[in-house]
């Protein structure tokens, strides 16, 4: 499996900022994912972070709100813009490796005041 | 319909017990089926993941595979105090799609 590791591992945000969240994997993987899990619920694809081109977003996720850098092909960010309280979540970085496996970074839990 | 389809439990099973967890898929093009655990507070962890019709075993784990029926479960034999947690089924269409997850407990 693939070592991921997230920076921050929780924040507490105020209402208009931004937050940069890292995610460093061990090794050269193909691809990159950014995913959101709201309390209680289960993981949803924000967008898929390509080596050299712009990010792949999933219908209800914008660059405008969430900008998303890979410039090699073992490190991505995320950023979350002009938050607000909605924002609240668990931000997951996964990486793909092999034939389909996924693996998931431990995380950052973000509130927003 | 739901894309990828768990009863969200919670599933209540005895010590030394075989806890048995399903999943449903809705796209006969899926190919690739994955088993992943979650505990309170932590980031999904990989346990399984199956490509072909029938059963594949690791250790106290075997996960069952039926295209025909668009159905996928996993088995934990001699269940634990350790293994309750949530159990989140994932299909690939294009992308890796979630179910809710399963809530499992293992009671002494």
């Known amino acids: 499996s693939a070592v991921i590791s997230q920076k921050p591992s929780r924040d507490i945000c105020q209402r208009g900022t931004s937050l940069t969240i890292q995610c460093q994997v061990d090794s050269q993987v193909t691809m990159m994912f950014w995913y959101r899990q709201q309390p209680g619920q289960s993981l949803t694809l924000i967008a898929t972070?390509?080596?050299?081109?712009?990010?792949?977003?999933e219908s209800g996720f914008v660059i405008d709100k969430f900008p998303i850098s890979r410039p090699n092909l073992t490190f991505s960010t995320l950023t979350v813009s002009n938050m607000s309280p909605e924002d609240s979540s668990i931000y997951l970085c996964?990486?793909?490796?092999?034939?389909?496996?996924?693996?998931f970074g431990p995380g950052t839990r973000l509130t927003v005041l | 319909q739901k894309e990828v389809e768990q009863n969200s439990g919670p599933l209540s099973v005895p010590e030394g017990a075989i806890a048995s967890l399903n999943c449903t898929y809705s796209d006969r093009g899926s190919q690739s089926f994955f088993w992943y655990r979650q505990y309170s507070g932590k980031s999904p962890e990989l346990i399984m993941f199956i490509y072909s019709n029938g059963d594949k075993e690791d250790g106290r784990f075997t996960a069952q595979l039926n295209k025909a029926s668009q159905y996928v479960s996993l088995l934990i034999r001699d269940s634990q105090p350790s293994d309750s947690a949530t159990y989140l089924c994932?299909?690939?269409?294009?992308?890796?799609?979630f179910g809710t997850g399963t809530r499992l407990q293992v009671f002494p």
């Open positions: 994932a299909v690939i269409v294009d992308k890796l799609i």
């Open positions: 972070a390509n080596q050299g081109s712009e990010a792949t977003y």
């Open positions: 996964s990486a793909h490796r092999g034939t389909n496996e996924q693996f």
